[in-house]
């Protein structure tokens, strides 16, 4: 089933948000300042993909996670939000990977 552009971009972007701000909030928890749990959000996505970039299980985590997300954006069809949301949560867990290979 087709969405239209418009619906299905909202969807899109209101679930990435929501993911992010569950992310966010678990990293305030954990640490008592605003910049602690941005950290907590862009050093798995950035440091951690960078690191876990040489290890083929996490590159391979990394590509999977580029198709899901590539490919909930280019069909957009109502069975392809999942799949777009379930490749952003497995980039932000192959960013952890690759942070917990560094430690």
Not at 11 to 31: E, N, P, W
Not at 33 to 40: C, E, H, P, T
Not at 59 to 75: A, D, R
């Amino acid at each position: 089933m087709h969405m239209t552009d418009r619906r299905y971009y909202r969807k899109l972007f209101g679930g990435l948000f929501l993911i992010l701000t569950a992310i966010f909030l678990y990293g305030l928890v954990q640490s008592p300042s605003l910049s602690g749990a941005a950290a907590q959000i862009l050093l798995p996505m950035t440091l951690g993909i960078a690191i876990g970039a040489t290890i083929p299980g996490i590159l391979f985590c990394v590509v999977t996670s580029s198709c899901l997300m590539g490919y909930g954006l280019v069909v957009r069809k109502r069975y392809a939000l999942p799949l777009f949301w379930s490749g952003f949560v497995l980039f932000f867990l192959a960013g952890m990977m690759g942070l917990g290979t560094r430690f």
